[in-house]
């Protein structure tokens, strides 16, 4: 399985665009690129997932280049509620459609007034 | 739908007891899986099943069994707590989209 390295904490003010990136120099062929958001005291929720060029949804972008050995999360206009850990995960998939996934420590994110 | 639940919310053991924390979805996924975070640390998988009949091992999984004997369930069993054990844990289930749904999470102490 791919490791992954991000950024342990990252701080931003209201209304800013915040970028954090993910590298993951092993990420094999079947990988997919998974990003979760985790606020105190509950399970981590998905934002977005890629294999590569870009994926957008209504809360967020995903990057990925074409060595696919890192990829950007980018939050458009961020609000004190976006403040939480946000985890980068690069999973195989199953032939059932699984995932066996390894979270690291993920990105502290901190949004400032 | 409630999704994904567990129960209990929080447990205190003793070492050397045992328990089971228990995880249930009811939307009808293959795959389950069971977390462990300790404070300020990311998550550890634990163990995984992609079916029912079907389990495999994770990142951690000594001193934790399961068992998948329905789709629903899936639960984790303890079998000697011990003081490393103390943390929340989480379980999952997956659609075929690779979204992983998360419970609420168990908060295990070990006394």
């Known amino acids: 399985l791919a490791k992954t390295t991000q950024p342990i904490s990252m701080d931003s003010y209201e209304g800013q665009e915040v970028n954090i990136t993910c590298s993951h120099n092993?990420?094999?062929?079947?990988?997919?690129i998974t990003w979760y958001q985790q606020f105190p005291s509950q399970g981590p929720r998905f934002i977005i997932q890629?294999?590569?060029t870009k994926v957008t949804n209504e809360v967020a972008s995903l990057f990925i280049p074409a060595d696919r050995k890192s990829s950007t999360l980018s939050l458009p206009r961020v609000s004190l509620s976006d403040t939480a850990v946000y985890y980068c995960?690069?999973?195989?998939?199953?032939?059932?459609?699984?995932?066996?996934?390894?979270f690291g420590a993920g990105t502290r994110l901190f949004v400032k007034a | 739908n409630a999704g994904v639940t567990q129960t209990p919310k929080f447990q205190v053991l003793k070492t050397g007891q045992s328990m089971t924390l228990q995880c249930a979805q009811d939307m009808n996924h293959e795959y389950m899986s069971w977390y462990r975070q300790d404070p300020g640390m990311g998550l550890r998988l634990i163990h995984y099943s992609v079916g029912a009949g079907i389990t495999d091992q994770g990142e951690v999984p000594n001193g934790y069994n399961v068992s998948r004997s329905t789709t629903e369930d899936f639960p984790l069993r303890l079998l000697s707590a011990a003081p490393s054990q103390t943390s929340v844990y989480f379980c999952?289930?997956?659609?075929?989209?690779?979204?992983?749904?998360f419970g609420p999470g168990t908060r295990l102490t070990v006394l």
């Open positions: 999952a289930s997956q659609d075929r989209y690779n979204e992983q749904f």
């Open positions: 890629g294999y590569k």
């Open positions: 092993n990420i094999a062929t079947n990988d997919y």
């Open positions: 995960l690069v999973g195989e998939r199953f032939y059932t459609g699984g995932f066996k996934t390894i």
